[in-house]
């Protein structure tokens, strides 16, 4: 699989520009990656992690899921034009530069028994499995890593890795107790803020057991997560260069134009062109930070202050999230209150919007719609709409390229290079095959 690459320079290879100035002064060694300081290897996974988030999967999904359109040269992935070879960069993005590193730290963290840096680095790993698994299904798992004895990995089953996923971050809980963004290995990657690293797994949890349907898991797991909105984790950007946010440097650094919301589903639902199943007319306040008009041409917004501004943050795993998790388990496992989350999600709306976005006081599909719905638009930009997309079958109907009854992609291709190394690649599976857990 990845055997012929190994011989780069992993700690070089940062494919996106955030944060390059963690680059400095690096203990490198091509042929024996151990030589790094463990924290620089577990920083290497973490910008591996902002990348995965909101780079270039990300906007692929925005696209798959009509939050943004494609213009120019994007237009060929919303016209099913990407073939295997398109996806060897992201493949890259999560194996060799991604998870190698956070195994890499979590070797490094167990050899000097830096059991902070061992639990952070497990939540970095975890993360890229579980979004990996998420968006290609059945994927080297367990044999991955360790290339020098295992060469062609085989392809683990989708949910057996969720499973490996789940007990990565219980063991990551058990390493981090009173460990917080701000003081154990957060910075300079993510915004210091006093998230706990035990919550973050938790709702990391809640996550990968609402993409495997395990509703009551996920809603005991949410019940443990991301307790305010201060504790989300968000990556951290500067408007210096080689510090900014990864949707700003696309689309003003690198292709401006590339992308864009006109007509999309997301701005019809924010302005009422399709009304929204909870009325919310503070979404007038919202889509001026998530958008612009620029020459006549609504834009997404980059300007200082704006949703992908070169400075802002980006949320990894957030106390929204979280909530609208618990909304859902609730709803669909009849545990609880789902109303209360939910509506904890409008008032924090009506705090940053100063109102306009009422109590919901409904239940069954209505409540289901809107909690979709919210969290749509709340996590705009973010791999989970994708996700929901795919595990509800499209519950909230969004309409692919502007054609409702177009049928939408379920995963993300296996790339030609494992094709061509890997002598277990299981074969080609169609962009339009459900994944095992969205069967």
């Not at 012929?4 to 490198?28: A, M, R, T």
């Not at 060799?96 to 490094?108: D, H």
């Not at 460990?179 to 949890?205: Q, R, T």
């Not at 289901?368 to 996700?387: A, C, D, N």
Request: one cysteine or more.
């Amino acid at each position: 699989m990845l055997r012929q690459k190994l011989h780069l320079l992993l700690l070089f290879l940062i494919i996106f520009s955030s944060c390059s100035e963690l680059n400095d002064n690096l203990n490198i060694d091509p042929n024996n990656f151990t030589s790094a300081p463990g924290y620089k290897l577990l920083e290497q996974s973490e910008l591996g992690i902002v990348n995965i988030s909101s780079g270039e999967s990300s906007r692929i999904i925005g696209i798959w899921t009509d939050q943004f359109q494609a213009t120019d040269r994007c237009l060929m992935i919303g016209n099913y034009y990407l073939d295997q070879q398109s996806y060897d960069g992201l493949w890259t993005n999560f194996y060799l530069e991604g998870c190698k590193n956070s195994e890499l730290a979590i070797e490094t963290a167990m050899v000097n028994d830096h059991i902070l840096e061992l639990g952070v680095a497990k939540i970095m790993h975890a993360i890229y499995f579980g979004e990996a698994a998420a968006l290609w299904g059945d994927i080297p798992c367990r044999q991955a890593i360790d290339i020098s004895n295992n060469s062609n990995p085989k392809f683990d089953d989708q949910k057996q890795v969720f499973d490996d996923v789940q007990q990565l971050l219980t063991e990551a809980i058990k390493h981090l107790e009173n460990a917080f963004v701000d003081n154990a290995y957060g910075s300079p990657v993510f915004v210091p803020n006093e998230a706990s690293w035990v919550e973050i797994a938790h709702s990391l949890k809640a996550r990968y057991y609402l993409i495997s349907k395990n509703y009551e898991k996920a809603l005991a797991e949410a019940k443990l997560g991301i307790s305010s909105a201060e504790g989300s984790l968000l990556s951290f950007h500067k408007d210096e260069p080689g510090s900014k946010n990864l949707y700003y440097q696309f689309m003003v650094e690198q292709r401006g134009g590339a992308i864009g919301p006109d007509d999309s589903h997301l701005v019809k639902l924010m302005t009422g062109e399709i009304p929204r199943e909870l009325k919310s007319p503070g979404d007038s306040l919202r889509f001026d930070y998530y958008f612009e008009i620029m020459s006549s041409r609504l834009e997404l917004n980059t300007n200082p202050g704006g949703i992908f501004a070169a400075d802002a943050s980006f949320p990894i795993i957030s106390w929204t999230e979280t909530l609208l998790i618990k909304a859902e388990a609730s709803l669909r496992t009849g545990i609880g209150n789902p109303l209360i989350p939910f509506n904890q999600v409008r008032d924090h709306l009506n705090q940053i919007y100063g109102s306009g976005f009422p109590h919901s006081s409904t239940s069954g599909d209505k409540l289901l719609k809107q909690i979709l719905e919210e969290k749509y638009i709340s996590l705009f930009g973010s791999l989970q709409t994708f996700h929901d997309l795919r595990r509800t079958k499209n519950y909230l109907k969004i309409p692919f390229l502007g054609v409702p009854d177009r049928i939408y992609h379920e995963r993300f291709l296996y790339p030609q290079i494992e094709m061509n190394t890997n002598s277990n690649f299981p074969g080609l599976v169609d962009l339009f095959e459900p994944t095992p857990v969205n069967k």
